[in-house]
């Protein structure tokens, strides 16, 4: 079955630190572009950080440079998110995504036309 599963999340308070996990089924990571998205309530959904599979080149909103981490483990078809120094701005339904990439430029992973999405992981951030 082809499916993505994320899991990590929870409640926090601000300046804490929450790892988001997304693991693969029925497919391997390699060669793909994986994207991390949020959307709090009443907002639209937004790309948060971004990877090439093929070359780990990753990519970041400007809201979470410097503050968030995205990786990947092929082995365990995985793509983690690590966020630090959490804002309650941060806060919101995190999902993973998955499309077909061989390229190297994780900057190109924004752009794409992604079509496989997880369930999702609510992240909440107080004040």
């Known amino acids: 079955q082809v499916q993505l599963v994320e899991s990590g999340g929870g409640s926090v308070q601000a300046g804490g630190s929450l790892r988001l996990s997304c693991t693969a089924s029925g497919f391997t990571i390699s060669n793909k572009c994986m994207g991390w998205f949020r959307q709090a309530p009443g907002k639209e959904r937004e790309g948060v950080a971004f990877?090439?599979?093929?070359?780990?080149?990753?990519y970041y909103a400007d809201s979470v440079t410097g503050r968030y981490t995205i990786s990947q483990d092929n082995a365990k078809s995985t793509v983690y998110l690590q966020m630090n120094s959490l804002k309650p701005e941060d806060t919101g339904m995190y999902y993973c995504s998955v499309v077909p990439y061989s390229g190297t430029y994780g900057s190109l992973c924004r752009g794409q036309q992604y079509n496989l999405w997880g369930q999702g992981t609510q992240v909440t951030v107080s004040s």
């Open positions: 990877i090439a599979t093929s070359r780990s080149s990753t």
